[in-house]
């Protein structure tokens, strides 16, 4: 079965940072666009950033904008999600996904490949 295994969540402090991993389990993550996403309790799923296979980025989430960095390995199969200067409302189940277009679309429809998500909880 094709799909991601998020990984490197945990607790953090507000104003902490974290790393989170994205590896693809099945297929390869080159040629694809990929998406990192979260869930808060009692929230949809909310996108935060996209990446395509030539480093185009598109930020889904103004919250996040100047604390979250997307990037991607293709030799390691793995996507990250670096993320600084964390808050309370950053507090969520974190998953990334493959869109099925060639670019980042902002449809949660348009991804596949879904993982357990990571959770990330922040508080002092």
């Known amino acids: 079965q094709s799909q991601f295994v998020e990984s490197g969540g945990g607790l953090a402090q507000p104003g902490g940072s974290l790393r989170l991993s994205c590896t693809a389990s099945?297929?390869?993550?080159?040629?694809?666009?990929l998406g990192w996403f979260r869930q808060a309790p009692g929230k949809g799923r909310e996108g935060i950033l996209c990446i395509t296979e030539r480093g185009d980025i598109t930020n889904y989430a103004d919250s996040v904008k100047g604390r979250f960095t997307i990037s991607r390995d293709n030799a390691e199969n793995t996507a990250y999600l670096q993320m600084n200067s964390l808050k309370p409302e950053d507090t969520a189940v974190y998953y990334c996904?493959?869109?099925?277009?060639?670019?980042?679309?902002?449809?949660?429809?348009?991804?596949?490949?879904w993982g357990q998500g990571t959770q990330v909880t922040v508080s002092s």
């Open positions: 996904a493959v869109e099925i277009n060639d670019y980042c679309s902002g449809y949660l429809a348009a991804y596949t490949g």
């Open positions: 099945g297929f390869t993550l080159e040629g694809f666009t």
